[in-house]
Nanobody, 119 residues
Framework: QVQLVESGGALVQPGGSLTLSCAAS?????MAWFRQAPGYEREGVAI????????TYADSVKGRFTISKDNAKNTLYLQMNAVKSEDTAVYYC????????????????WGQGTQVTVS
């Protein structure tokens, strides 16, 4: 069982920066960030496979967002730069996909979400 706790959501101006954190209670190789805006389906933002040394980003955030992990703290991060109004959403951390390690994989563990508002 893995518990995930996100933090760092805030109100930020367009063009600004923000860093989200996700503290994990147990080890998992594959971790990801998702987001869901009101009236929209949840979408994958970024994913990281530690052992595979692989990261993948949604086209909408490529070049602006960076996913990383501090293994000593067992914490996943999402550095968000040059944010836009369309980045406004609740951001979720996910871990432990049951099949593969892709943004469309089914994930077993989810955090409670943290609100990011760009305005």
């Amino acid at each position: 069982q893995v518990q995930l706790v996100e933090s760092g959501g805030a109100l930020v101006q367009p063009g600004g920066s923000l860093t989200l954190s996700c503290a994990a209670s147990g080890y998992t190789d594959c971790m990801a960030w998702f987001r869901q805006a009101p009236g929209y389906e949840r979408e994958g933002v970024a994913i990281m496979s530690i052992l595979g040394s692989r990261t993948t980003y949604a086209d909408s955030v490529k070049g602006r967002f960076t996913i990383s992990k501090d293994n000593a703290k067992n914490t996943l991060y999402l550095q968000m730069n040059a944010v836009k109004s369309e980045d406004t959403a609740v951001y979720y951390c996910a871990a432990g996909p049951t099949i593969g390690c892709w943004l469309d994989s089914p994930f077993a563990y989810w955090g409670q979400g943290t609100q990011v508002t760009v305005s």
